[in-house]
């Protein structure tokens, strides 16, 4: 028996939960007693006969943490698929939905979202956030309306959101200006991003972090200023996701994205490269040290390939998880994908172990958003518990180790976020959510 008492005392009501199996430090324990006060976990036991205390059936992980989500992008799903297209195919129709959003739907959509993601057992999401202003460009009186449905649809679903509040200033690697729907992402110029960026606060529930759109989007002579500004939040950009981006930026620029941003500064210990599917040895060197964030579903769905995973986590970067344009969400599937692509690009298996796919679920993607103290089933974490089914059709039978290469956000039961239960025996405590993704998704389709 093992006991792991808070490192300080935490007030609070006291809950007591028994695991039948749960992810302590990297491995399964058995009938691990948890106590939770404040919202946080302030003892732990393994191997622990005392019976008493709320029963947690199957294997308990830490909460899920996505790291890469475009809310809006979940209108599109099963309605992208006729005829071949291709990445930019698939935008043009991303980029109809986009044009008909206001506060109010985009926060009845979010909502839906984050709640299908709490179903699925992710008590935190990074939103990677460009949908600024008003259709025409024109701000809404409150200049970050469209970010505060995203926060208050996050408080709503009862999980936690780092705001990824992001530079969108060009068209294209060339600097060409936006161009229809594209004008509400702007903010004119860094100048106007950063007034604007300058009025979000956080809060118990909101971490707020910024992002580089991608090199795209971004022009280059304001990149240095932005790192510095931003020195030390948490920091996303899209990163070399097709290979038309690498070969616009090496006739602009003569160097790949990934040199781009290194040249102004932008890569430090808190920022993420999400995607990084097309590098060169290079890049990935560049990239030690820093955070990636791979976001299988759609990066298979929308044909764009497959990332050196193995490599980059070789060279010394974090890898994390994203449901990205929620394809689907289940970071189950995205964890193994990391490890299935992998087994397809070589044609060799075991390249990653459950406990670094569990690590890159969990652990790490919370750092990457900036919640360092969650993501671990350890004393003085917060109380994110995710209970899955050991007894379902997909996990009857399996060693509970191997459960990531074997369940589904199907099997998620039962979801404490902060030491809150938000969804019990599979079903979430505050929202029906098809009935809410049914009928917020109809009000926003063209």
């Given at each position: 028996m093992t006991t792991s008492p808070a490192p300080t005392a935490v007030r609070g009501d006291v809950s007591v939960y028994l695991a039948e199996h749960a992810w302590v430090g990297g491995r399964v324990e058995r009938d691990v007693r948890i106590e939770v006060a404040g919202g946080r976990i302030s003892a732990i036991t393994t191997s622990s006969a005392d019976r008493s205390g709320t029963r947690l059936a199957g294997l308990v992980l830490p909460g899920l943490a996505n790291a890469h989500s475009h809310a809006f992008h979940r209108a599109l799903r099963g309605r992208t698929h006729a005829g071949r297209g291709s990445f930019w195919t698939w935008r043009d129709l991303m980029y109809q939905v986009a044009g008909r959003l206001d506060p109010d739907t985009y926060f009845a959509l979010a909502k839906a979202v984050y709640g299908e993601m709490a179903l699925a057992g992710i008590t935190c999401v990074g939103e990677f956030h460009y949908l600024h202003?008003?259709?025409?460009?024109?701000?809404?009186?409150?200049?970050?309306?469209?970010?505060?449905?995203?926060?208050?649809?996050?408080a709503d679903a009862g999980i936690r959101i780092t705001l990824l509040d992001t530079?969108?200033?060009?068209?294209?690697?060339?600097?060409?200006?936006?161009?229809?729907?594209?004008?509400r992402f702007g903010d004119g110029d860094y100048d106007g991003w950063g007034?604007?960026?300058?009025?979000?606060?956080?809060?118990?529930?909101?971490?707020i972090g910024a992002a580089l759109h991608s090199v795209r989007a971004a022009p280059p002579d304001g990149m240095a200023a932005f790192a510095d500004r931003t020195d030390g939040l948490p920091v996303h950009v899209h990163l070399s996701e097709q290979p038309?981006?690498?070969?616009?930026?090496?006739?602009?620029?003569?160097?790949?994205p990934t040199e781009?941003?290194?040249s102004r500064g932008v890569w430090r210990p808190t920022t993420t490269a999400v995607h990084a599917t097309h590098l060169s040895e290079n890049d990935r060197r560049l990239l030690a040290g820093r955070y990636v964030c791979f976001c299988p579903t759609t990066e298979r769905d929308?044909?764009?390939?497959?990332?050196?995973?193995?490599?980059?986590?070789?060279?010394?970067?974090?890898?994390?998880?994203?449901?990205?344009?929620?394809?689907?969400?289940?970071?189950?599937?995205?964890?193994?994908?990391?490890?299935?692509?992998?087994?397809?690009?070589?044609?060799?298996?075991?390249?990653f172990g459950a406990d670094e796919l569990?690590?890159?679920?969990?652990?790490?993607g919370h750092a990457s958003l900036g919640w360092a103290d969650a993501g671990e089933i350890a004393a003085g974490h917060r109380a994110d518990l995710v209970a899955v089914s050991l007894s379902s059709a997909r996990t009857a039978g399996i060693d509970p180790a191997g459960l990531v290469f074997a369940a589904t956000?199907?099997?998620?039961?039962?979801?404490?976020?902060?030491?809150?239960?938000?969804?019990?025996?599979?079903?979430?405590?505050?929202i029906d959510v098809p009935e809410a993704l049914r009928k917020a998704i109809a009000a926003v389709l063209p």
């Open positions: 202003h008003g259709p025409d460009g024109t701000p809404y009186a409150d200049p970050n309306a469209m970010g505060h449905a995203l926060t208050a649809a996050a530079v969108y200033l060009t068209s294209g690697v060339d600097g060409k200006p936006l161009e229809g729907v594209q004008v007034a604007r960026f300058d009025r979000l606060r956080g809060g118990e529930h909101v971490r038309a981006e690498n070969e616009q930026c090496q006739a602009v620029h003569g160097c790949s781009l941003l290194h929308l044909a764009d390939g497959i990332g050196p995973a193995r490599a980059l986590a070789d060279g010394g970067a974090t890898l994390t998880l994203g449901s990205d344009s929620h394809a689907v969400i289940d970071l189950f599937e995205e964890a193994r994908g990391v490890e299935l692509d992998e087994r397809l690009a070589t044609r060799q298996r075991g390249h569990i690590a890159a679920a969990t652990k790490a956000a199907a099997d998620v039961t039962d979801v404490i976020v902060d030491g809150r239960p938000v969804v019990t025996g599979g079903r979430h405590r505050t």
